[in-house]
């Protein structure tokens, strides 16, 4: 049987993770740099980026959260005021040492005046904003103070991957004093809940939420709190974090406040990211291998109009027809903002049609001098195969691209959550635990069973022995999970709950 043809080689059955790097290639999406381990992110990706930031902008700023922005810098000092925090990041941190170059003996420039202290290129700015807030906060009066930035942060990954793991990435990053525990605790399991309606609601991306063990908490925090999602080859990503830094930076920056009571106490704080992580996220979870599959409501253009022009045709006059589609769509309000519409009248046959399925474009359409004597237009859904078009009449069209985008946003969601189900097992023998993440493929040795819950006695010992066989991770401690009594895992002691074990980028 002759083998379909695709646009992406290899596929995903063939080659996951070469898969993956191919589909940021062919959607115009991302490239590497001349700098290791760094991105250079592209029109189209970067537009992706830009709406991703401008809903959770929005969603911050209801719950009354303001943009600040930090230095880039942050003296070395700071960071050995809080130890947990700096031995978690201390192999990852870039560090600034000389503040100009000069020629050396063989013309070349090198390093000279070295810093009286050394400056780390920040990898998270819980420090350097800590040290802000110790001045900005005097009394209770002054609570809670919410600020959020986005910025660039830089961790010096050995093993990089465009979008999901890279030595400089984009994020934002949420910092919260409050006056109490319960407070702090509350904006943390808020900013959570925005990461959800995030990724479910935009990116069309199931997620679970929960808590990390203490072994994957954020260095510092008393709580940390996820968001995971699948991928297709059923491992688990990290989608976004919340944590609960209780009073652990407060204490180490001077964050203190005067109580109305007037005694003195330290303020407990937050912080809460995602990052540009999201968009790795995204491809591996709607992907083909004909290309990437954007969710509508964050693609950077949700209509692409492709002109059919004939030599010895009237093709102003088709260029007219579509223009003024293009005209009435973007009249078209889709939740809350206007349709976006491309128009590419690029002469290159059939090679045009591909570029946009493979950069994932929603809802294509092409226009030729046969639909505009029916007053139609002939298009494809990204979410369906490609060879399924269909005609439609340019009225109705209009009329229901808000339905036909919605109805796409909705059925990679639910193919998502399909995917995620049918790849989720509850495990209670060892055996069968082993066999779920074996690979069963020598070709393919990333790809195993998916997301097992399983009983966990709550010993770090049984978590490492796990994660040191089988290189799973417990990736958290479910929000929705309810009390069960069992028998953990792995040495077989009394569980009151059953926790998510998977493989994880």
Known sequence: MKQEQTAIHPTRSENYPQWYQEVIKASDMAEISPVRGCMVIKPWGYALWENIVRILDGMFKETGVKNAYFPLFIPISFLEKEAEHVEGFAKECAVVTHHKLEKGETGGLVPAGKLTEPLIVRPTSETIIGDAFSRWIKSYRDLPVLINQWANVVRWEMRTRIFLRTSEFL?????????????????????????????????????????KTPSERFPGAETTTCIEAMMQDRKALQAGTSHFLGQNFAMASGIRFQTAEETEEYGWTTSWGVSTRLIGGLIMIHGDDNGIILPP?????????????????????????????????????????????????????????????????????????????????????????????????????????????????????????????????????????????????????????????????????????????????????????????????????????????????
């Open 171 to 211: 994020w934002q990053e949420g910092h919260t004093v409050h006056a109490t525990s319960q407070e702090a605790m509350e904006r943390t399991l808020m900013m959570l809940d925005l990461y959800k309606r995030m990724a479910e609601e935009y990116l069309a991306m199931p997620v679970l939420t929960g808590e």
């Open 297 to 505: 409501r964050v693609a950077p253009a949700q209509v692409v109009l492709l002109p059919i022009l004939r030599p010895g045709r009237a093709q102003q006059t088709v260029m007219d027809y579509t223009h003024e589609l293009a005209a009435r769509l973007r009249q078209v309000s889709y939740h809350g903002n206007p349709v976006r519409v491309e128009i590419d009248d690029r002469d290159i046959g059939g090679a045009r049609n591909w570029d946009w399925i493979k950069k994932g474009i929603p809802v294509y359409v092409e226009i030729g001098p046969k639909d505009m004597e029916k007053d139609s237009v002939f298009l494809g859904r990204r979410d369906q195969d490609y060879k399924k078009r269909f005609s439609m009449s340019r009225d109705r069209f209009v009329n229901e691209i808000g339905m036909i985008l919605d109805d796409i946003q909705k059925s990679l969601f639910h193919r998502a959550l399909s995917f995620r189900k049918e790849h989720t097992r509850e495990i209670d023998d060892i055996d069968s635990f082993n066999a779920f993440f074996t690979p069963k493929d020598s070709e393919q040795p990333e790809i195993h069973g998916g997301f097992a819950l399983s009983h966990w006695c709550g010993s770090p010992d049984c978590e490492q022995r796990i994660k040191e066989r089988l290189n799973v991770t417990i990736r958290c401690i479910p929000f929705d999970g309810s009390p069960e009594a069992g028998a953990c895992i792995e040495c077989g002691k009394p569980s009151v709950k059953r926790v998510v074990f998977a493989k994880a980028y």
